[in-house]
């Protein structure tokens, strides 16, 4: 594992100070426990994280070239984490409000994948019991729930050219686009396969949960409502848990979050198709069923102008 910590430190509308370590952390117990908590806390963030690929822009967004530098050259962990650190110090400066902490990089591997922790944290003095004299002495924690500034990039998942390698905590707007700007995070603005992903999540949720069938179509239905109001905006994945299981939306969005899906991410409507419903009305018939029980459960005749709808149930009464 290479680790190493710099200090960038700034108050609100003041300047950057920076201290930078002249040589990597030799890995113990420690570095390997802290890297462990923090992909632990990342991963069960409460805000969820987004996901993405890097910019193609690598002036614009060098972070990438800095890291495709580090990986082709044998691996100079030690320049690419001052140089990167660097690259956040600038954007910081942009950011009157922004603050800042301690710069935390770290390359290691987690079940045979090549992975990057790139993460700010804040030290705040606090108290802690003496064991020898059972008295108050100050101690300095870091304040590790506040993970509000982390990424976390899979070098395999890059290499391979695989979908959305990068993912960023989604932490304060204001905090994290900077933050994302400075990884040079690019969101799809159409995800078709977060799309899907979601599309089947919801699915594997409702058949697990044994949701009846009219409460299945509810919820589908109200998804794409709330994917059609959103238009051009992402949708956040808190809401539609909400949507699907109001009374465990939390563990919904946590497990969706982990399998993969952005707490964030602009939706493809094209692959929600098979949620939508067929309606027609006359003044004698209503339909209204889902268009992807066509040619199963509904055939259409366009020529003949029929419809075959087939496992009806009718009661005696309906008859009468």
């Not at 987004?50 to 193609?56: C, H, I, L």
């Not at 994302?180 to 159409?190: D, V």
Request: proline letters at 4%; one cysteine or more; aromatic letters at 10%.
């Amino acid at each position: 594992m290479d680790f190493v910590i710099h200090a960038l430190f700034k108050d609100v509308n003041g300047p950057v100070k920076e201290r930078y370590r002249e040589e990597l952390i030799p890995p113990t117990d420690e570095e390997t426990e802290f890297v462990e908590r923090v992909t632990r806390l990342f991963r069960k963030h409460q805000s969820g994280r987004v996901y993405g690929g890097f910019e193609s822009d690598t002036n614009a967004y060098p972070f990438s070239r800095l890291l495709s530098n580090c990986v082709n050259d044998g691996g100079d962990f030690l320049a690419f984490s001052k140089a990167t650190a660097a690259l956040l110090v600038a954007k910081m400066k942009e950011i009157p409000a922004a603050t800042g902490g301690y710069f935390f990089a770290a390359r290691f591997e987690k079940d045979g994948e090549d992975l990057i922790l790139i993460l700010m944290l804040h030290q705040e003095q606090g108290h802690a019991i003496d064991d020898e004299t059972l008295s108050l002495r100050r101690s300095f924690n870091l304040q590790m729930e506040h993970l509000d500034l982390a990424a976390r990039i899979s070098i395999s998942g890059w290499q391979a050219n695989k979908p959305e390698p990068v993912s960023v905590v989604r932490g304060r707007k204001e905090v994290s686009d900077y933050f994302k700007s400075f990884i040079g995070l690019h969101e799809p603005r159409t995800n078709i396969e977060g799309t899907q992903k979601l599309r089947d999540f919801i699915e594997q949720w409702m058949e697990a949960k044994n949701y009846s069938r009219p409460d299945r179509e509810d919820v589908r239905e109200r998804v794409l409502d709330y994917a059609k109001k959103r238009k051009d905006q992402p949708v956040e994945l808190n809401v539609v848990a909400s949507i699907v299981d109001p009374d465990h939306h939390q563990k919904f969005f946590t497990q969706a979050n982990e399998s993969g899906l952005g707490a964030e991410f602009h939706i493809d409507r094209r692959s929600l198709s098979p949620w939508v419903r067929v309606i027609y009305n006359d003044s004698d018939i209503k339909l209204n069923f889902s268009r992807r029980l066509l040619n199963k459960r509904v055939r259409y005749n366009k020529r003949e102008k029929t419809i075959l709808i087939k496992d009806i149930e009718l009661s005696e009464e309906d008859l009468r």
